[in-house]
């Protein structure tokens, strides 16, 4: 794969556990990673997702809390298909992730090559701050999702960026570093 893949980190901060996605994100905004990647801290912005998926990626990596069965901190890669998802009424102030990825076909987008690497959590009640059982999982939650970047999309770890930045969504980037298109709606 030469093409363009987005890791998003989705999750909400505020709910212990759940956000775990944010802590991943950010882990790899300051690592080396292949040429062509973009990671990006969505948390609960589930549009933003939606929006920015519609640019045309080859691929995505969500990065996510995944309540389950199975003990705090277990980590799960999953490929994730239009046939997994079925069908989701999205919230426009939320983050349900198979509402988002299920509401591309209606914005006009499709679904790209995508994965899970998700986390079993500990507490997803209010609080700020993993439970020492899924903050010990994030660097490898980090790991995984290098080894999906690689070994599941074949992208090549010798072409990577002296590092990648944690990117604002689309809608959240200031004015004059977006397209003009997106500057005069915004106006």
Request: some cysteine.
């Amino acid at each position: 794969m030469t093409g363009q893949v987005l890791v998003a980190g989705i999750g909400n901060l505020f709910l212990s556990d759940d956000g775990f996605g944010g802590e991943v994100a950010r882990r790899l905004a300051v690592q080396p990673l292949p040429d062509g990647v973009r990671v990006v801290d969505y948390g609960i912005r589930g549009m933003h997702l939606a929006y920015d998926l519609l640019d045309g990626y080859d691929a995505l990596v969500v990065v996510d809390a995944l309540p389950g069965k199975g003990a705090p901190g277990d980590l799960t890669v999953l490929e994730v298909g239009p046939d997994d998802l079925g069908h989701g009424e999205i919230d426009a102030h939320g983050m349900a992730p198979v509402a988002v990825l299920a509401s591309l076909g209606q914005l006009g987008g499709s679904l790209p090559r995508t994965y899970l690497v998700g986390c079993q959590p500990a507490d997803l009640g209010e609080g700020i701050g993993l439970t020492p059982e899924v903050a010990g999982a994030v660097d490898r939650a980090v790991e995984l999702v290098h080894e999906v970047l690689v070994e599941q999309l074949g992208l090549d770890p010798a072409h990577a960026g002296a590092h990648s930045h944690l990117a604002a969504p689309a809608q959240d980037r200031p004015a004059q570093n977006r397209p003009a298109q997106d500057r005069e709606e915004s106006t």
